[in-house]
């Protein structure tokens, strides 16, 4: 049986994912590794479907990312407002003034930091049962008397890891686009006759194929996916 993605090649393996006869070359190429000695080997077309997969989402994450921070920003007009309402009493809820300034520096932020504040305690209220916690709602009660506590830290540090992580998303997302390029040149110039062939066959070859593995271009690309998927996944649960 030959090579789904090389004809003229024998396939000595099978993708891992759809089953596909796959040659030595793709064998080695389109490895992924999921752990220590964990390697996921698939046929050419499965490997960048991974990593289309990890563009989607990305791409997803990234609207988590905005909306979070719409969340933000509009948190705190809201909590402005009341602020205001409850220092002045303009009848929103307070009818008449207070003259609570605090209100006003203080309600923005912990209405801004609402929905991060329910996420990290909703974590970490899940860590604490994983770890085997014996009273995780003491530790959640006393977790979110914190965060409100600490509220202008929370927004605000929260604005600034929201950012970093947008830089991190996109240079993740540039990355595997042009990997994703350079992939498709790559499996194009692994299709041209080596040099030997062409010369069998009478004709001038591309001095490629065999000799030159997707590592040697790339580096350990499939790690870099491997690492990714941490990146990710601490986007996603932060
Ligand atoms: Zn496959
Ligand atoms: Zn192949």
Same mark, same amino acid.
């Given at each position: ?89 303009? &009848? ?5 003034? *207070?003259?609570? %300034?605090?209100? +006003? #520096? =203080? @309600? ?23 770890? &085997? ?5 003491? *530790?959640?009660? %006393?977790?979110? +008397? #914190? =965060? @409100? ?37 790559? #499996? ?51």
């Amino acid at each position: 049986m030959s090579c789904v993605t090389h004809e003229k090649r024998d396939a000595v393996y099978q993708c891992d994912k759809c089953g596909a006869p796959i040659c030595r070359q793709c064998y080695d190429d389109f490895a992924l590794n999921e752990g220590e000695d964990d390697e996921t080997h698939l046929c050419s077309e499965c490997y960048k479907e991974a990593v289309r997969s990890e563009i989607a989402e990305v791409r997803s994450l990234k609207g988590m990312v905005i909306r979070e921070f719409v969340f933000i920003i509009i948190g705190l007009i809201v909590g402005l407002i009341l602020g205001l309402d409850i220092c002045f009493g303009f &009848g929103i809820i307070m009818d008449e003034p *207070t003259g609570m %300034f605090i209100a +006003i #520096i =203080y @309600l923005p932020f912990i209405v801004g930091s609402l929905l991060t504040i329910c996420k990290k305690v909703y974590y970490k209220h899940q860590e604490a049962r994983y770890n &085997g916690d014996s009273s995780p709602w003491i *530790t959640t009660l %006393f977790n979110i +008397i #914190i =965060y @409100l506590l600490i509220a202008p830290i929370t927004t605000i540090g929260r604005f600034i890891q929201r950012i970093i992580d947008m830089v991190r998303l996109n240079r993740i997302m540039q990355a595997d686009s042009a990997f994703l390029v350079r992939v498709d040149e790559y #499996i194009a110039q692994s299709l041209q006759p080596t040099m030997v062939e062409a010369a069998a066959a009478g004709g001038v070859g591309a001095d490629l194929g065999q000799e030159i593995s997707l590592d040697d271009i790339l580096g350990d690309s499939g790690v870099q996916i491997a690492d990714n998927g941490e990146v990710l996944r601490q986007v996603r649960t932060r």
